[in-house]
């Protein structure tokens, strides 16, 4: 690790989306700060966020839309730190944007626009940015001591924005969990969340022939659902009503899909007039996507033709396409987890100021704490919100 020392009010670690946005804050009240990254580029994962695009946050963020052991935890900083203030920040940047469904929020252009933005808003506030930087030992408070491949930096405060464990291709790792045992900080064992689900081979040999088809879903677990795209695919279940729902699901939990989301194909079966001796089969592909038909007709263990079909016999096909219940046996893991479920314990967090409550100048933000948002932008916005509070006090 490099021997120069440099001194300076506040060390940030992690140069993504919340580290990035502390800095400035910090920044902003006259406090030198540096921002220390291992990648050779700052903001990785938002330049490759939403497409490219970048969903850089969702027009309501109320604190239902966040998991976390202490589900009350995140208000305080997303009702300081809004959704309509980061648009603001948006527009000041002259960068253009557009609405999807449900209040998701994107760059017309490219997801580098958020970084360019972050970028120059630390660079006017005289922060520095030191990429391609190792982190050794760290030894504090008062100061705290980081030692690094640049040199040592000696700091009044510590703000953790390593991040979770989610895409480790991007360099992620589990070094802000470290950090927080190290002084002495509980962990909400992490998982992966916003990821697809896998199958066992029994359901999947049902299931991978139809991988690239997708049908607008509901997928229940629990008391929980959602209401958004499904897609098969070639490991199990994909799209974004799967990845909203992998954040609820457990090991051992049935998921409920229904594949004809507002539909009642018991109706528009009984409605295919003329059709009695057509194939069950080819009467539901005239409904649904080709191999899903013969999923479902396969499922529901329907035969002969529709006139042969019975009221109970209906009633399975229709139980096949709207309730059907299957088992996942995994994800497809912190590869492919757009975040990370736990983190630090908000219990050992001031949610006012995200600072760790015994240990002073020690603040963890964004994916690091145990807060993890829908999809839709409440990630990102955790990570505005959270980096705003901390940047306030450090």
Not at 327 to 335: A, D, K, M, N, S
Request: glycine letters at 14%.
């Amino acid at each position: 690790m490099g021997s120069a020392m440099i001194e300076c009010d506040v060390a940030i670690l992690g140069a993504g989306a919340a580290g990035m946005f502390a800095a400035a804050e910090a920044g902003r009240r006259g406090r030198r700060v540096i921002v220390v990254d291992h990648a050779a580029a700052p903001g990785e994962k938002i330049r490759i966020s939403g497409g490219g695009r970048c969903n850089f946050t969702n027009r309501e963020a109320p604190a239902d839309r966040f998991l976390s052991q202490n589900p009350r935890f995140a208000l305080s900083a997303l009702r300081r730190f809004t959704p309509q203030d980061f648009i603001a920040r948006v527009d000041r940047a002259g960068i253009a944007w557009h609405e999807k469904t449900l209040g998701q929020l994107f760059c017309d252009g490219s997801a580098r626009q958020i970084v360019a933005m972050l970028t120059e808003d630390m660079r006017a506030t005289g922060c520095e940015l030191w990429l391609s930087t190792d982190v050794g030992t760290i030894t504090g408070p008062g100061p705290y001591r980081i030692e690094t491949s640049g040199g040592v930096i000696q700091a009044s405060s510590l703000i953790v924005a390593t991040g979770g464990k989610s895409i480790p291709k991007m360099g992620a790792s589990g070094l802000g969990y470290q950090i927080a045992e190290r002084f002495g900080l509980r962990i909400v064992p992490p998982r992966p969340a916003l990821v697809p689900l896998t199958f066992g081979p029994q359901d999947l040999a049902r299931t991978a022939p139809l991988a690239g088809v997708a049908v607008e879903a509901r997928v229940g677990c629990g008391k929980v659902s959602f209401d958004e795209g499904m897609l098969f695919t070639h490991r199990g279940l994909s799209g974004p009503s799967i990845l909203q729902i992998s954040s609820y699901w457990r090991e051992g939990d049935a998921i409920t899909v229904d594949l004809a989301r507002g539909r009642d194909i018991g109706a528009e079966l009984r409605g295919l007039t003329g059709s009695g001796k057509v194939a069950i089969r080819n009467a539901l592909a005239r409904l649904l996507p080709d191999k899903l038909a013969t999923l479902v007709a396969g499922a529901a263990g329907a035969t002969g033709t529709l006139g042969d079909q019975s009221k109970s016999s209906l009633a399975r096909i229709s139980d096949a396409v709207h309730r059907w219940q299957l088992r996942p046996v995994g994800t497809e893991g912190y590869r492919t987890a757009e975040v990370t479920l736990g983190g630090v314990d908000t219990d050992d967090l001031d949610a006012r100021t995200m600072q760790a409550r015994k240990v002073p100048g020690l603040f963890f933000v964004g994916e690091v704490v145990d807060v993890t948002g829908w999809l839709g932008g409440y990630n990102f916005q955790w990570a505005w919100s959270s980096a705003w509070a901390a940047g306030q006090l450090a």
